[in-house]
């Protein structure tokens, strides 16, 4: 639905209303990319295979720095889970958490994410590099949602 607003010179402008839900719906997508990105693809270059049949070179959660990609995939594996098991259902079991709290787990796993780039930047490969960028896609669609929550309270 597009909604005609008057913008500071009372001009009509077109805007989308953005929707909870389909921000919602980005986070469980970025999250569950980035999860895939964490575990299955290289991060560096060199290093043996990994046993699961991933990428050649180490993941992000192997060696060195694993301890922040190990927390950082914990951080998103929470958010993903709560979120999805809170808001996909039509009766769902859970009650929905506080958007700050989801905000706040999604800005860990982009502070983790970042820390396990600083632990190592040599030869990294581009599992890393589709990491950062989705980690910045979770935060960003968790803080969007907050403040359009936010936005939303302050207008009823």
Known sequence: ???????????????????????????LVAGVLLLISLLLLSWHADGPPPSHGGAPGRTAVQGP???????AAAAALVTV???????????????RP????LAGLAGATLAFVLLKLAADTDG???GAWVAILLAFTFAGC?????RCRQATVTQT
Do not use: E, F, K, Y
């Open 65 to 71: 720095g694993a301890a922040a990609g190990i927390l």
């Open 1 to 27: 639905m597009v909604r005609r607003v008057p913008d500071q010179q009372g001009r009509q402008r077109t805007r989308l209303p953005l929707s909870t839900r389909n921000l919602d719906r980005a986070t």
């Open 98 to 101: 506080g958007d700050a709290v």
């Open 142 to 146: 968790r803080a969007a949602a907050l």
């Open 81 to 95: 889970s709560w979120l999805a098991v809170s808001t996909l259902p039509p009766r769902p079991p859970l009650r």
């Open 124 to 126: 990294l490969a581009r």
